[in-house]
Nanobody, 119 residues
Framework: QVQLAESGGGLVQAGGSLRLSCAAS????????MGWFRQAPGKEREFLAQ????????SYADSVKGRFTVSRDNAKNMGYLQMASLKPEDTAVYYC????????????WGQGTQVTVST
């Protein structure tokens, strides 16, 4: 079973940048894609971005397109979410998750990392 651990969250001023990391371990050969989500207090969990694990094909939510960049380093079993031009409304707990063949559903989640953007 794959395990995921996010890191890199913290407090940043509006307009600043952060890079979140997601370390994957255990059976990573099974991963099809890694995605990033966030959940703000009182709001639904929101999909942000995804990259396929082997081919690096990416997709983004409109809310972050052009500001966030998703990537992965297969050799290190790491995924990344580079966030730029951060806004106070980006404040949330950020999660990475992975999908597996053949269901392609997000089946494993990290514990989350808090990102707080101040004005």
């Amino acid at each position: 079973q794959v395990q995921l651990a996010e890191s890199g969250g913290g407090l940043v001023q509006a307009g600043g940048s952060l890079r979140l990391s997601c370390a994957a371990s255990g059976g990573t050969f099974r991963i099809y894609a890694m995605g990033w989500f966030r959940q703000a207090p009182g709001k639904e969990r929101e999909f942000l971005a995804q990259t396929t694990w082997s081919g690096g094909r990416t997709s983004y939510a409109d809310s972050v397109k052009g500001r966030f960049t998703v990537s992965r380093d297969n050799a290190k079993n790491m995924g990344y979410l580079q966030m730029a031009s951060l806004k106070p409304e980006d404040t949330a707990v950020y999660y990475c998750a992975v999908t597996y063949r053949p269901t392609y559903e997000y089946g494993t989640w990290g514990q989350g990392t808090q990102v707080t953007v101040s004005t």
